[in-house]
């Protein structure tokens, strides 16, 4: 959504030249969230021509319909949102069915608790620390402690699953993003396409800014463990 879609392959080929070995793709059905900016053609499209891992978030109403059409494309891992899954345990395992990894996506009020009875389902987790559909909006401040409970929150069901963060994951709240337990981060139009570097530069930023959040997390867990 945040990528120059007039000229996707270029942006593609910066990424992987900076080493990113993930893309994230946001694919909307204009109805679950008001907005559209990439269809299914453009993943099948842009598939052959890099082999960077597909990692797709689908904020659409009918998930089942998209898991098949996206995981026929080869994708790595899918997340779907627990908001409009009507049937989550059996979206989840059709998506697993495929051999892709299957994630449930959160939006920032959503509580922990609806993967109560997901978890052995999962193999990653979504928190939006935005409401989804657009770009450039800011955190919403509860998120981030969010992020921070659902770690706690796995680690008290003794499961290890990485947290992907999602929404205004800027060079400034990475590092608070990752001390608070994000694994996987959505890079957009604060990080990786921030207009002021060069796809290499912002990815040397946010790698530094990473390093610093898990410098604080390594200080945090060590806190806690005694």
Do not use: W
């Not at 979504?126 to 921070?148: D, E, H, S, Y």
């Not at 608070?180 to 040397?204: P, W």
Request: glycine content about 6%; overall charge negative.
């Amino acid at each position: 959504m945040c990528a120059d879609l007039c000229n996707l392959e270029t942006d593609v080929r910066e990424l992987e030249a900076a080493g990113i070995n993930m893309l994230h793709f946001d694919l909307m059905d204009a109805h679950f969230v008001p907005n559209m900016p990439i269809g299914l053609a453009l993943i099948e499209q842009l598939r052959p021509k890099t082999d960077a891992a597909f990692d797709v978030h689908l904020m659409v109403e009918n998930n089942d319909f998209f898991v098949d059409a996206v995981a026929a494309v080869g994708v790595q891992q899918i997340a779907v949102h627990v908001e409009s899954a009507t049937h989550l345990d059996r979206t989840l395992s059709l998506i697993q069915a495929h051999g892709v990894k299957a994630g449930a996506a959160l939006n920032p009020a959503t509580p922990l608790s609806a993967l109560n009875y997901v978890l052995d389902r999962l193999d990653f987790v979504l928190i939006m620390t935005v409401n989804p559909g657009f770009a450039g909006q800011k955190v919403v401040p509860a998120t981030l402690r969010k992020i921070a409970e659902c770690r706690t929150f796995l680690d008290a069901h003794a499961i290890d699953l990485p947290i992907e963060v999602d929404g205004n994951v800027s060079f400034e709240n990475i590092p608070k993003m990752v001390s608070a337990g994000a694994d996987i981060l959505v890079g957009g139009t604060s990080s990786v396409f921030q207009k002021s570097g060069s796809r290499a530069e912002n990815v040397q930023r946010i790698q530094q800014a990473i390093t610093l959040g898990l410098t604080e997390r390594s200080v945090t867990d060590r806190m806690r463990h005694g």
